[in-house]
C-alpha cells in the first residue's frame, strides 16, 4: 500500500512539474512592449500578425507619459518600449540611474508650430505667449525650430540640450511657456502659438499640415530625434528582440505608416 501511495505522490508531482513547464513555455512566447498610444501603439498593432507568424505574441501596454515607460522597462515588467529619441533616453538613462539601450530607430514625427490665439509669425505681438515642451531634449528641439522663424537665436553652444535660459536674443519679448509636452495641444486656446509633438500633435486631432511650419526632413530634429525600440543593456541580442526589430522594419509597417499618418510619422528604415 505504502508502495502505491508513493507511486502516487511521484506521479502527481510529475504532472505538475510537466503542467508548470508547459505553462512557462506557453508565455515564453510573448513580448510586452510599452509605448504611447498615438502612433507607437498603433504601429504596433501592425506587427502582432507578423509576430505571431514568428511564434510570438505580442501584447502592448499603453503610457500617457514619458516617464513610467522607462521606469517599467528598468523593473522588467516591459520587454521593450516604443515612444521616445535617443537624446531623451540618454538624459533619461543620466538623471534616473537606469540602464537602457536603443536596439532600431524606427521613424520620426516632425515637430510643428502650431497657431493659437495668433494665426502666423508676422502677427505675433511684443511679449506673445510661445508654449514648448518642458522637458530638456524636447525644449531644445522646439527652440531650435522657433530659431529657424528668426523670432529668437540660441547660444551657438546650447545644442539638443537647449533651454529658455540659452535664449540669447529675443527681439519680440516673446513669453516662453514651459508645457508638459502631453499638454500642449489643449493649451493651444491660451497662447499664442504652441511647439508641439508630432504623436501628440496627431494624439489631439492636429496635423503637420495645420501647423505653421514644421521641421525640414534634413533638420537636426529629423536627424536626431529618430524614435527608437529601447530594451535593458543585455537585451539587445534577445530573438523575441529581433523578431519584434524586423516586424517594425517591414514593408508592411512602412506602408501603413506612409498610408495613415501622411507626412505626421516618417519612417527611417
Known sequence: MKKIVSLFVALTLSAAVLAGCRAKDENAGEIVVGASTTPHAEILEQTKEILKKAGYELKIVEYSDYVQPNLALDSGDLDANFFQHQPYLDKFNEDHKTDLTSVATIHYEPFGLYAGKTKSVEELADGAQIAVPNDTTNEARALMLLETQGLITLAEDAGINATINDIVDN????????????QLARSLQDVDMAVINGNYAIQDGLNPSD?????????VGAVTFGNVIAVRVGDEDRKEIKALVDALMSDEVKQ????TYQGAVVPLF
Not at 256 to 259: A, K, L, V
Open 256 to 259: 501603413y505608416i506612409n498610408d
Open 171 to 182: 527681439p519680440k519679448g516673446l513669453d516662453i511657456v514651459e508645457i508638459e509636452a502631453a
Open 211 to 219: 501647423a505653421i511650419v514644421v521641421e525640414d526632413k534634413e533638420s
